[in-house]
């Protein structure tokens, strides 16, 4: 008697596979598309994890500062200890105000004023703590403050003071007084006037707030004026050649910048060292290892934190924030550190001047640089000073001198914004070298706090700890003052572009503020829905498969996930929206196990691996999908119309599930299927097939001999219980199949929902796309896929099942291991990686698909398939866990678990190509003799 498989092969490929293969391949379509439009959509993805938190390590600064002290250490072993001890002490009575300490200061103050640090009549009017406006302000000056309309691009919070942030925002840039600032917001409708009404940003603004203050040096009209004042000069620079260290902190791609600064202090007669810059947009690493970035500070968390923080706000102000605090602002932080902390290693070394002076290398030192800071120190410096901003827009705090202004922190302001607002600038700051590792450390502290992730601006940070920092700045407002800051695009907005820092935060920002979305759970909740929907389908298809055929899960499936798409576009709050991508998951998850054991039922043995690589396509179209349906409405993923995403989704599932309808392989379930079952339309269905294939006017005798299937009524079983199907799955006989297939399946998802995180990297290592939008990106690299397709194709067709899954899990190992190149800047061996891994990985994938069809008897195949792929969907939810930890650790546990499994295969599968499928009913003469699932 014939078998179900000796007919199929004699029926060979033709229209009836292809409308299998379009049904079953559709579902796949459906899911690739709808996963990946969720986790586009999603604060899930992984944009930074190729930039995640390195192992942990003690959190302190390790700078330059540390090295240096550790090498005299150990080449002075034999008195390490007694200068610890001593060092210890002086610690304690220096920092912690020990007895004695007033002594001392009154002997340094004595040694300042001598060598010309500061004043000895300056008297610090402003050290008393910083008040609010809310202290003097009339009651309806404030209440009309707080209920007037927000200035555009404002971000909102409960209680802030409108008319100060209009005042600030007029202030901040340029050369404005405070007073100018609110008379400018005045006129615009934004801020009482000054007459009625003061905002006193600075207290004692005719003190110091007066752009005549920072006029040119001159001599004087007469000869003996014009001697006095060159004589000055000289000893100014004398004096400052004696005293200030000077540092210019400069990015190693911004040569030009550095010689303008270089040329410019040449002609000063200035001695500089260049410290090089940090650039964090290739990865925090080095930076990490040298304790500027903290191993437990997580970008992308801060990145969250912000956007919380921003949930109520408009999409321009949150891109007008986000813009700010991207990786460019990452590596100016830590740029500032590491030239603090190397300016502290040379005064610990040499300790022989007093002062250091850090420049960004986009300033312009004005002529008359050295002999006004000698006259600012000697006239008007406090001597309790430790750092003082040559140049500051829109200080805050007291004026204390006619050109300083004493710092403190804008109580006006939330502090989980860090104070945010005023004090700007790190153009030119002359710090004590006896301050710097307090200084270092307490902006070290600042920046990187997560709860406050506004300080991740250096200027902002340092004005927030100025109740902490005896701290002074020059206001801008004086003119020309100091120094100029150049007129040269931003290093820092351009890295901060550069970096991604905003497009997916301001899109998260919108949908949180639209379903008002509060705590880490609920950001994380969409896409953790998604994938444990997805694994509960998983499972589910299973008991469906088995029992009620393979049509239903594929047709509930299309039914679900069209159903869940457009209830996701009417959606109006949060917790519906994580229960619809939950429902699309679970239809995706039931369809999918279904789906690959039809086609495998249906095909030629010889085919078969074929056809099931082709489902490989069906994955790389749903993504292409996905992607081209973003570049047409989302190009920057951003924007308000992210709902029609939802409905573009929908398109393929609504047109399919017609095209079910129609096609008339859907009236009959696989032929497998229905002789495993012994039912009567197993004869009907395989006549189907040879009319659609052509076979029955051709070759009528294949039509004849298909009577000799139709199955005796005492053929059919029962369909089995999850219960049975681990009983039969653990037996001695499959255990290890399962085992090695699980560990197939395991891999396959780690390296699908995990690699996807280094695509973007790669695409600016190579900078073959350039300026490209992000949705264009997303469609490149869903498009990289298709000549993987190919490959998958000739190997399954032409090598054994498990030599091909070894060679294509080998390679893509190597892959794995070569993409440390695209963290490491080694972009050829980055960009190898990549090309393996995208070329060999669709055929590991549909390998994995395909061999528990092969393995598996017909009764429990659609059990054994989803019991494994179960498995296999816990690597979504372990993904992000291992990335936020290390993403070398990720690209480890992936080589290792395709090494492993390209191992089991050979040891615990047996070889299934061109073989029948296994079935009871495989020769139905036979199927009162052997149990369900017996082999031939």
């Known amino acids: 008697m014939p078998s179900v498989s000796d007919k199929i092969n004699e029926i060979g490929f033709g229209l009836y596979q292809l409308h299998v293969l379009l049904l079953c391949g559709g579902v796949v379509v459906v899911e690739a598309a709808g996963m990946q439009t969720a986790a586009a959509l999603s604060s899930a993805i992984m944009q930074e994890t190729i930039r995640a938190t390195r192992p942990r390590a003690p959190s302190g600064a390790y700078g330059a500062y540390g090295t240096v002290c550790a090498m005299r250490a150990a080449r002075s072993a034999l008195v390490a200890l007694p200068i610890a001890v001593l060092g210890f002490g002086v610690w304690r009575w220096r920092w912690l105000g020990e007895p004695g300490v007033t002594r001392r200061l009154a002997s340094d103050t004595d040694l300042d004023i001598f060598e010309g640090l500061c004043a000895e009549a300056a008297t610090d009017l402003g050290a008393n703590v910083s008040r609010p406006f809310s202290a003097f302000l009339p009651e309806r000056v404030q209440q009309t403050c707080r209920e007037q309309k927000p200035p555009k691009g404002s971000w909102l919070h409960e209680g802030r003071d409108w008319c100060w942030v209009a005042t600030k925002r007029r202030a901040c840039y340029g050369h404005h007084t405070w007073r100018e600032a609110q008379q400018a917001a005045f006129q615009a409708r934004a801020a009482p006037a000054t007459d009625d009404t003061t905002l006193e940003a600075l207290r004692r603004p005719e003190l110091c707030d007066q752009p005549s203050h920072g006029a040119v040096l001159a001599p004087a009209a007469s000869e003996q004026g014009k001697v006095t004042f060159r004589i000055q000069r000289q000893e100014a620079e004398f004096w400052f050649d004696r005293t200030v260290a000077v540092y210019v902190l400069n990015l190693a791609s911004a040569s030009t910048r550095w010689e303008r600064m270089s040329s410019r202090l040449k002609q000063l007669g200035i001695n500089a060292t260049r410290v090089d810059g940090v650039d964090v947009s290739e990865g925090m690493e080095q930076a990490r290892k040298e304790g500027l970035v903290p191993f437990d500070w997580n970008f992308s968390s801060a990145k969250q934190r912000m956007v919380r923080l921003l949930r109520n706000s408009s999409e321009e102000a949150a891109r007008r924030y986000l813009e700010s605090y991207g990786l460019g602002t990452v590596g100016c932080a830590a740029g500032h550190l590491r030239a603090l902390w190397t300016a502290a290693a040379g005064a610990s070394v040499e300790r022989r001047q007093p002062l250091v002076l850090i420049l960004e290398d986009d300033v312009w030192l004005e002529d008359d640089f050295q002999l006004r800071l000698r006259r600012l120190l000697r006239s008007e410096a406090p001597c309790d000073w430790q750092v003082i901003s040559l140049r500051s827009q829109c200080p805050y705090g007291a004026c204390v001198a006619p050109q300083l202004a004493r710092i403190q922190p804008d109580v006006n302001e939330p502090e989980e914004m860090c104070r945010h607002g005023v004090s700007y600038g790190f153009y030119a700051m002359l710090y004590r070298a006896s301050s710097l590792v307090q200084i270092a450390n307490a902006l070290h502290g600042a920046i990187w706090n997560a709860s406050a992730p506004g300080c991740l601006a250096n200027d902002v940070a340092l004005a927030a700890v100025s109740d902490r920092i005896r701290y002074y700045a020059v206001p801008s407002s004086q ?43 609920a950001q994380e909740a969409q896409m953790l ?11 589910s298809s299973g008991s469906l ?35 619809g991508f939950g429902c699309f998951g679970l239809f995706a998850g039931l369809g999918i196990p279904a789906a690959f054991i039809a086609v495998a039922e249906v095909s030629p043995s010889r085919l078969r691996g074929v056809l099931n690589a082709t489902m490989a396509l069906a994955f790389c179209s749903g993504e292409v999908w996905s992607a081209l349906g973003f570049r047409l409405l989302l190009p920057d993923l951003v924007g308000k119309s992210w709902q029609s995403m939802l409905l573009w989704i929908t398109i393929p599932p609504v047109l399919l599930l017609v095209f079910a309808f129609l096609s008339p392989v859907s009236r009959h379930d696989t032929p497998y299927f229905l002789a495993a079952r012994g039912q009567e ?42 219960t049975e199907a681990l009983k039969t799955l653990t037996s001695r006989e499959h255990m290890l199949s399962v085992l090695a297939l699980s560990v197939m399946f395991f891999v396959k998802d780690l390296a699908f929902y995990g690699m996807g995180a280094f695509w973007p990297l790669a695409w600016r290592r190579t900078s073959i796309l350039g300026e490209a939008k992000a949705a264009t990106e997303l469609l490149c690299t869903a498009a990289l896929g298709l000549p993987g397709v190919v490959v998958a194709m000739l190997l399954t067709f032409s090598l054994p099942r498990r030599a091909a899954y070894s ?91 395709f090494l492993l499994a390209s191992l089991l295969v050979f040891l615990f599968l047996p070889e299934t190509k061109d073989q029948e499928l296994r079935s009871n009913g495989v020769r139905l003469e036979k199927s009162k003799e052997k149990g369900y699932g017996a082999a031939d």
């Open 807 to 897: 060679m294509a899990a080998t390679i893509c190992a190597a892959g794995v291991y070569a993409v440390h190149g695209i963290l490491d800047k080694e972009t050829a061996i980055g960009v190898t990686g990549v090309v393996l891994y995208k070329v060999f990985y669709p055929t590991a994938q549909m390998t994995t698909f395909l061999l528990p069809s092969e393995v598996f008897s017909t009764q429990i195949r659609v059990w054994s398939m989803s019991i494994i792929s179960f498995c296999g969907r816990m690597a979504p939810l372990v993904v992000p866990f291992v990335m936020h930890s290390s993403q070398r650790l990720f690209l480890f546990l992936t080589m290792s678990f």
């Open 545 to 579: 498969g088995d029992w009620a055929g393979r049509r239903l899960p594929i047709l509930l499936a299309y039914c679900g996930m069209t159903v869940s798409a457009l209830g996701l576009f009417l959606t109006r709050s949060y917790l519906a929206l994580c229960c």
């Open 529 to 539: 829905a998604t994938y444990l929907g997805f694994a509960l389908g998983t499972l």
């Open 479 to 521: 003119v020309p003052g100091f120094v100029q800051h150049g007129d040269g695009l931003s290093v820092r907005s351009e890295l901060n572009r550069k970096g991604e820092a905003w497009l997916d935060m301001v899109l998260l920002k919108k949908r949180q503020s639209e379903h008002k979305v509060k705590g880490d759970l």
């Open 681 to 722: 339309d197993l004869r009907e269905g395989m006549e189907l097939m040879a009319r659609m294939n052509g076979r029955s006017a051709r070759e009528p005798a294949v039509v004849q001999g298909l009577s000799d299937l139709v199955p005796h009524h005492g053929t059919q079983e029962k369909a089995i219980t999850i």
